[in-house]
């Protein structure tokens, strides 16, 4: 079974980080930055018009612009029709964790073992499976 870690970065400056594994030697970070990686770009040029970090992870999430998915302030996710990667996992047989993801609800993913949303916009109760 292949096995695929997803780390989300929020409003990260890479170029920093770069200079500081260079800096200090710090060889696991090193290891991380050649990784394989993606960047991703949106349609979205204006704040509070579909721009804002909130409204682009459920993009992410989901795979939908935000014309589609209609979000455009915390806690509009509940609200979403589409589903998230890890409901999409889930539905394949695919377990998950989600550990922080800005604006999220685990919807229905029974093989997501965990799911922690970012502090400050809970819709669910956090849960661990044993």
Request: charged share 20%; with cysteine.
């Amino acid at each position: 079974m292949k096995k695929l870690t997803l780390i989300e970065l929020n409003e990260f400056n890479t170029d920093l980080l770069k200079l500081a594994v260079e800096t200090h030697q710090l060889v696991t970070l090193s290891k991380l930055l050649q990784m394989q990686h993606s960047q991703l770009f949106c349609n979205e040029k204006v704040e509070h018009s579909g721009l804002d970090p909130w409204v682009q992870w459920v993009s992410i999430h989901t795979g939908k612009p935000a014309t589609q998915h209609g979000v455009l302030r915390l806690g509009d996710v509940p609200g979403v029709k589409h589903r998230q990667l890890w409901e999409i996992l889930s539905q394949n047989d695919v377990s998950s964790g989600v550990w922080g993801a800005m604006n999220s609800s685990k919807g229905v993913a029974e093989n997501c073992r965990f799911f922690y949303q970012t502090r400050g916009h809970f819709q669910n109760k956090h849960f661990l499976l044993t």
